[in-house]
C-alpha cells in the first residue's frame, strides 16, 4: 500500500480531520540529532507537540525536556520518576529544563521539592526565586540575535550580554547557584551565522564567570534547528559540522552542552488527513471550507507563520484556490492562494505533511470544534 492509500484508508476508518503521528520518523529524527551533535544532550521543547506518546517515545531513545508550566513539568516528572532507581542528586536536571525565564511564585513554590533546573533573566525573577525556590539550579538566558528566523525571540526573552555578569554576581550574592548559560536563536533559525554569534556571546558570558570564580559548567544553545519544510531550508548537517567546530574552538570538555529542540523532533512526524464540506466560487476564485481551520491544527499559520501546505488526493488540471477552516469566524482562513485540482467535491480529502510541531498543541476549541483525532502509528 503507498503513502496515500494508507492515508485515505486510515481516514475513512477513523474519521476527519484524522493527525497521523508516525513514531518511526519520530524515532530517526532523535537518532539524527544525536549522530550528527553527539556531545549535546537533547532537552526536547515539549511545547512543541505535548502529546504524551510523543514524550515517551523520546525518553525511550534517551531524550531529557525542556518544559515551560508547571503543567508541562509535572507531565514529564509523574512519567519519569518510575525509571529512576539509582536516585542520582541530579535526576531532575539530567531529565527537565524549566526554560520559561517567568516563573510565577506559586509555580515556584510548587517546583522548589523537585530541585528543578531553571533560566532566568532578571533581577526580579531572582528574588522570586529566593523567596520561593532556592533549591533550583539556575542558567541564564542571553539576548541573541536571532535575524531571519522564523519566529524571534530576542524581543521577549533574554538578558543583555552587558548585564549577564552582574547577574551572575547578584545571584552568587543571594546564596543561588548559576549553573550555566543559554540562548535561543529563533525558531526556524535558517540563518546560521545567528547560532556563531550565540556561541560566542555564550562563551564569552561563562569564561569571564569562570574566571571570577563562579563554577559555570553548562551552555544550553537553545531550539531553533530548521526543519526542511522545502528545498530552501539550509539542511540541519551542515548546522551540527558549524557547531560541533565551535563547541571545540570554545568550550573545554568539562562544559556540558544542551539544546532544547521542538519544532525539529516533531514538525515532520505529523501529517494531516482533512475534509471538504462545502465549496463556493467567491469573486471566482473557488472557496473549500474544510473540517480543521487556524483555530484548531492549522494554529501554526497564526501563531507560528507557518506555511500551509496541502494536497488532493486526485489528480488534474489545478487552478489556485483558497482554503478555509470551519469555524463562522471570517478570519479562519488557511490560505487564499493554494494550487489544487479543478472541482474538488464536498467529502473528498486533503492532505497537510509537516504539520506536527506548533498545531495540535495550541488547538483551541473555538466554536465548538474539538480539533483532530489523533492517532499514535507506534
Ligand atoms: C525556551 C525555548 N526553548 C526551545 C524552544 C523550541 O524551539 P524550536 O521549536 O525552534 O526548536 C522554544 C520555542 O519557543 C523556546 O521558547
New binding site residues.
Partial sequence: MDKHEELLKLAAEHGTPLLIIDHDKLRQNYRTFKEHLPRVQCYY?V??NSEQQIIETLFEEGSSF?V?SYNEFMQVYQYIKHFDKKERKHFVWDKIIF??TIKDSPTLAKIKQYKPLV?YDNSAELTKLKHHCDTAGLVLRLKVPDTGSQ?E?ASK?GAEPRDAQQLIQEAFDMGLNVEGVSF?T????TNFDNYTVALDIAATVLHDARKKGFPLNLVDI????PVPYDSSVPHFETLAVLLNSEFARLFEDDIQILA?????MVATVATLVSEIIGKARRDSKMFYHINDGVYHTFSGVVYDHWIPNFHAFKDGETEICAVVGPTCDSFDKISLSVQLPRDLEVGDYLCTDNIG??SNASSTKFNGFVGAKILHKK
Fill in positions: 521543547a511545547k512543541a525542556d515551560a526554560s520559561n533560566t519566529v525571540m526573552f535561543h529563533g525558531s526556524q533559525c537553545g531550539g531553533g534547528f532544547e529542540p521542538g519544532r525539529f510541531a506548533y
